[in-house]
């Protein structure tokens, strides 16, 4: 697994190893595994939040209105959310290229 | 009663906690059910927990340095000992509250791990943990394999299932044994408390994982999990497979306080089990006479819980 | 005041850790080292030691359980042997690159098959990789001196590693010796309170124990080996202070009338003090011969070695370990690439002695010495040779 951040040096690396910032997994960006992206249909939402709930990644957010939605910097494209969703308002929809 | 449950009225739907106490940029597989389940165990215990970590999926997902997906304290050590790792957690706060050296204010001590790391190398572990007393809780995320080494068989895997120490072939039908009952192994160390939960019943769980932190000594939730990769299932039919397995009486839902079992929610109206097998490649092999045998068996051993509920 | 009584090496070490006032102490029994935590549960019992005694139900717990008390913050220390410590073994290399600091008093011991109580060293030898800091205490009045050292050391905010404190199995741990025990106030004085870098704290969490992957891996254990081998300077000056305090001097490398001598016997532990007396017959009887004590293993103080070994051109090594298929005993392989290729570096013959209890007396010493200056002259066919051992 290649990855940038983790070139450190004997001299640089963290006391112990220890990870001392939290949450900075939020600086990966897994949204790129994905191939289809969640797509709501506002019309049908009736923002039960289920979305929100069953999304093994966190990614959803409620906006002002309440409504869910979807930071696409890291939905891994389960379709969860979609298949939850009570009144059927999110489409997986194929990501392009 | 556990006093402690008098004061909680439990997590709604409506109010749900936001914070999310497990980042994402986590590297769990797609639509994976344990991680969820991880982050619906997060919610429910907020932020003043301390973590110990079994090595296994949940461990290297969200932890390959730099990167971690935690926002409490967490620790990792090795496989097998993350419920004396927390013993030593535990044992440590009691000794520096009473010194003064650290604030009164009270910190659940969580010890995950998966079902191999609970049922089956780590089993000694936990055990000795419950029977000395230790104030903290034990959750299984229970995949029923060992997931992180590439999909191999534990104690927990089920009757019938392919994985790869239990493949399938002319002289076999994939898993020998009945799965391990952990859950019952848990209750005969007399602790105050030992649920079983499921990420579909997501209120419920929540509130088990709530009613495990309250209450004072050692406490257990076994949490069915499930996994995509490992199963051979579509990852966004993760939720839907965790609800079939307790609709078809799979996994029953229960609670066991101070010794007294209480059924969660009774299944009246089973659908059979041929519901929840198909649609995962670890039980495709599987022909009628398999199908039949789990079915009478999923049947006995829950009536064997609804008279356990009814004579407790 | 410090006080001088006849006392069990095993309750005065139990005591020494009382004095230290250590918090958490998670145990599992094992001869030989069962009277250290027996000791200090009673002490919890009795009020004299605030502290929690987690009695856990393996070693492998036990060390589990170092790993969590020490990262949330309190000051730890367990006590195992042989079969024990093997047990461990797993979780030992891990609070040492975590920067987890913790003591643990070994009682060497043999292991099995057969299975043996009795002494030597073969326990900690497999264990010499556990990048923990490691001394090995001569007598009991070193035992309770090396303890407290231990945990100065250990928590020096830039050390912070796990140490242990080495005690001969029965030789030492069940004798009892006069020895001074420290005045609580002066323990205080040397031993100010645990303050880890870094701990489990929901105030400011942190990550410990992440994944490594390839591209952190190797610095992470470099960062280690760099860790420990900076600890000898602090180990230093704890002894230093500790002579301040307690008036008792220490050194990485213990010498006996090792001036002007042709063959300097090199062991560690308790044996040294039937070394002493051999060396005494040895001198009386006009041989040039001394002995080095090794009391630091890990980190291996190289330079205060060949400091004490001088101009000598012949050592005689004793390993109490025997490693089978190995060219010698862990020792002799040490000291033997230390000197490897250095101009003027004296001849190294590497002996295994005083297996699974076997005494290694007076007249074992000056067989070693013997063959030594023989082989001086003529080398022999073997890496190492047994002494001791009965071929018929
Ligand atoms: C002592 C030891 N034995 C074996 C392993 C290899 N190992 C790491 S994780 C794992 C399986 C984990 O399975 P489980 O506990 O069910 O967790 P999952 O990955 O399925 O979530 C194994 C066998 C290890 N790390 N340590
Ligand atoms: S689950 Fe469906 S209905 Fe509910 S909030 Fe999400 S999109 Fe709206
Ligand atoms: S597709 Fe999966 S990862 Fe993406 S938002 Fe839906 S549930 Fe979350
Ligand atoms: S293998 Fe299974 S449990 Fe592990 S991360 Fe992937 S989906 Fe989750
Ligand atoms: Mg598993």
Not at chain 1, 39 to 52: F, H, L, N, Q, R
Request: charged share 25%; net charge neutral; glycine share 8%.
């Amino acid at each position: 697994m290649a990855n940038s951040d983790a070139i450190v040096g004997w001299k640089t690396i963290t006391f112990g190893c220890h990870i001392l910032e939290p949450g900075n997994s939020a600086n990966f960006r897994t949204g790129d595994w994905r191939s289809q992206r969640p797509v709501t249909d506002k019309e049908k939402c009736i923002k039960c939040g289920m979305c929100w709930i069953f999304c093994p990644d966190m990614t959803y957010k409620q906006d002002e209105e309440g409504y869910f939605e979807a930071d696409m910097e890291y939905c891994k494209g389960c379709g969860i959310c979609a298949h939850e969703c009570p009144k059927d308002a999110i489409t997986m929809v194929p990501e392009e290229g | 009663m556990i006093p402690e449950f008098e004061k909680f009225k439990g997590f709604k739907a409506k109010s749900m906690p936001k914070e999310e106490l497990l980042a994402p940029g986590h590297r769990a597989c797609q639509g994976c059910g344990e991680v969820l389940a991880l982050r619906m165990v997060m919610k429910a215990l907020g932020k003043d927990v301390i973590v110990c970590n079994a090595t296994g999926c949940m461990e290297i997902i969200t932890s390959p340095y730099p990167h971690t997906a935690w926002n409490v304290p967490w620790i990792h050590v090795a496989f097998e000992n993350a419920a004396a790792v927390a013993s030593g957690v535990e044992s440590a706060r009691k000794v520096l509250k009473r010194k003064k050296k650290i604030p009164k204010k009270h910190v659940d001590i969580l010890a995950v791990g998966g079902d191999g790391a609970t049922g089956d190398i780590g089993l000694q572990w936990i055990s000795g943990a419950m029977e000395r007393g230790h104030d903290f809780l034990y959750v299984c995320l229970d995949n029923e394999a060992y997931m992180n080494t590439g999909v191999q068989r534990s104690g927990c895997t089920p009757y019938g299932a392919m994985t790869t120490t239990s493949p399938p072939g002319k002289k076999s039908f994939g898993q020998v044994t009945w799965k391990k009952n952990i859950p019952a192994i848990m209750v005969a160390h007399n602790i105050p408390y030992v649920a079983t939960a499921s990420p579909a019943y997501f209120l419920d769980l929540m509130n088990k994982v709530k009613k495990a932190a309250l209450v004072k000594g050692p406490a257990y939730v076994h949490i069915f999990s499930p996994c995509p990769t490992g199963w051979g299932s579509a990852g966004e039919r993760s939720i839907e497979f965790a609800r079939l397995a307790v609709e078809t009486k799979v996994f029953p839902l229960y609670e066991v306080i101070e010794g007294r079992y209480i059924m969660s929610r009774k299944i009246k109206k089973a659908k059979p089990v041929t519901e929840y097998l198909k649609g995962q490649r670890r039980f495709r092999h599987l022909d009628e006479a398999h199908i039949d045998y789990i079915q009478k068996r999923v049947d006995a051993e829950y009536e064997k819980l609804l008279r356990l509920s009814e004579m407790t | 005041m410090s006080k001088r009584v006849g006392i069990e090496v095993s309750i005065a070490i139990s005591e020494a850790v009382g004095l230290a006032r250590a918090e958490v102490i998670p145990a599992y029994p094992i001869t030989p080292q069962t009277h250290i935590v027996e000791h200090l549960s009673e002490m919890v019992a009795n009020g004299q030691l605030d502290a929690e005694f987690v009695p856990v139900e393996s070693e492998h717990a036990a060390m589990s359980c170092c790993c969590g008390a020490a990262a949330a913050g309190a000051r730890v220390f367990t006590s195992s042997s042989s079969q024990g410590l093997s047990l461990m073994s797993e979780v030992l290399y891990i609070p040492s690159t975590m920067r987890i600091p913790m003591v643990m008093v070994v009682a060497n011991r043999a292991l099995s098959a057969p299975i043996s109580i009795w002494n030597d060293h073969q326990d900690i030898m497999v264990q010499r990789d556990i990048g923990w800091i490691q001394t090995f205490a001569e007598n009991g009045q070193e035992a309770v001196d090396l303890t407290i050292h231990a945990f100065k050391v250990a928590e020096n905010r830039n050390v912070s590693l796990p140490m242990i404190v080495n005690i001969d199995g029965f030789t030492l741990s069940h004798v009892i010796e006069p020895i001074e025990l420290p005045d609580q106030e002066d323990v205080d004085k040397y031993l100010p309170p645990f303050k880890p870098r870094y701990k489990l704290d929901p105030r400011r969490p942190i990550t410990m124990g992440p994944v490594g992957i390839p591209e952190v891996y190797t610095e992470a254990k470099m960062a280690h080996d760099m860790a420990i081998k900076n600890s000898k300077r602090y180990i230093l000056k704890a002894w230093k202070e500790f002579e301040e305090v307690f008036g008792r001097k220490y050194e990485p490398i213990d010498t006996y009338r090792t001036e002007d001598a042709e063959v300097l016997l090199v062991g560690m532990g308790s044996i040294c003090e039937t070394a002493m007396t051999a060396v005494d017959q040895m001198r009386d009887n006009g041989q040039k011969v001394g002995l080095l004590k090794i009391r630091l293993w890990r980190p291996f103080p190289a330079q205060e070695f060949r400091k004490a070994v001088g101009k000598t051109k012949i050592l005689a090594v004793i390993d109490r370990c025997l490693p089978p298929g190995a060219v010698c005993g862990p020792v002799g392989a040490e000291l033997r690439s230390m000197f490897y290729k250095i101009p003027g570096s004296p001849k190294i013959f590497s002996f295994v002695a005083g297996l699974g209890g076997r005494d290694v007396t007076v007249s074992r010493f000056e067989e070693m010495v013997d063959k030594a200056r023989a082989f001086a002259k003529k080398r022999p066919r073997e890496l190492y040779q047994v002494i001791g051992v009965r071929e018929k």
